[in-house]
């Protein structure tokens, strides 16, 4: 199925909510199969930015924000780390809301999607320093800024070679 097989407001709606339900469920998944824990924040890290960054990207603030927020909390609650699923579904919240309302801006440079990107890894990292910080200490959270910072690296080099592919398909 195809946005351009879907026709009236309802149907382009109707779309939109499954695609959404859709990345929230690929971003868990793929989250889950590749998780490695941090003992020192006890934390981990995951694939779950990948996620949030291609459906920002693709489908606006709106999803981004969904998909960041929801993926988060239902990765942290089934991954055994629920001390931090209502900060991941706040920080991954507002990274993909973020990264969302950066890379659907009015001009769109070359640089607009890259630049979304990094201060969408920003957000999460200091998001996570705060979390590590009231959760354990601020040295949990100096800690852990290394891992976030990776994780975000990697989840956007993978949206760097998704995004384009998946693009004239939704």
Known sequence: ????????????????????????????AISRFFIIPVPMTHGNVNLCDAGIFISAILLGPVVGGVVGGASGLLLDLTSGYTQYMWFSLIVHGAEGLIVGLIAHKKVDTKWTKAVAVIIGIIVMVAGYFVADSVLYTPYAGFVGIGTNLLQGIVGAVIAYFVTPRLKGRI
């Open 1 to 28: 199925m195809d946005r351009k097989s879907v026709g009236g407001s309802a149907s382009k709606h109707l779309f939109k909510v499954i695609l959404t339900a859709m990345f929230i469920a690929a971003t868990v």
